[in-house]
């Protein structure tokens, strides 16, 4: 199966929602104010922010006066497009190697379960991978690791509990800069964004892989779980600015009927979705791609 079928499967609980809602809307009103509104009460049910929805309406009401429709399918069509736009106007280029990808976010979130899902979709990229074990807080957290490490057949960097992440770090930097290693992977403990001390944990981090490794092209990505909603984009917000996050990687889309808060990332933070978790398999984690996904949902 796959990713786009996989996708499908996973958004349709967002699909239903979303959609139904739309063809009840269409069924009893033409389009005027009382259609916008409702639109965008849609959204907002979505997940959307208000803003955010705000601004997809305003730019499906613009093109619609403009084309002077008043079809469905037309108006769907108009949506769709404002959609996609939105997620792309904030898309990036892929990492070019060698890379250093830092998986950050709250409690679980599943940041080690992803850290090597990302392992092995590099690995089928033909890239020689490394996984550095820099969440030192919690219990058997690096076992954990270890496992997917040993599923993904990749290297792992690892200290005892309790050892200064950001030594980790540097050995797992120092190691792939001797060894050609295409992409380091880095697990970090997972942090409340409220908590000033473990932020500045990570902005330590942060500074070691520049100073250590300026020629490396460094993600910083925030790992959500899509059942978060919309105090997901409130995460991403405080992420963003401890650490200046390049992306979002989205666990549990399955789980979530409400996959809106997706377009305030792009729309509020510009913020783009990079991968998207569609199921629990080593391979369920695949690139996002913002027409399969609005495909997916309408």
Known sequence: MGIFSKLFGALKKT????????????????????????????????????????????????RAIAEKLKDEAYVTGILRGVLVEMLQESEVEPP??????????????????????????????????????????????????????????????????????????????SSAKAKKTDVVIVDTAGRLHVKDNLMNELRKMDRVVQR??????????????????????????????AVELDGIVLTKLDGTAKGGFIFSLASELSLPVLFAGVGEKMDDLEPFDAESFVEAIL
């Open 15 to 62: 699909k239903d929602n979303f959609s139904t809602k739309l063809r009840l809307l269409f069924a009893k009103n033409k389009l005027g104010n009382e259609f916008y509104e409702e639109l965008e009460e849609i959204l907002i049910s979505a997940d959307v922010s208000v803003a955010t929805a705000e601004e997809v309406v305003e730019r499906v009401k613009e």
């Open 96 to 173: 070019s190697y060698p890379c250093v990808i830092m998986l950050v976010g709250v409690n679980g979130v599943g940041k080690t379960t992803t850290v090597g899902k990302l392992a092995h979709y590099f690995l089928s990229q033909k890239k020689t991978v490394t996984v550095a074990a820099a969440d030192t807080f919690r219990a058997a957290a690096s076992e954990q690791l270890s496992v997917w490490a040993d599923r993904a057949k990749v290297r792992i960097v690892k200290h005892e509990e309790g050892s200064d992440p950001s030594a980790v770090i540097f050995d797992a930097v």
């Open 212 to 241: 250590e490794y300026p020629e490396a092209d460094f993600l910083k990505l925030l790992v959500l779980d899509a059942t978060t909603g919309q105090n997901a984009v409130n995460q991403a917000r405080v992420f963003d600015e």
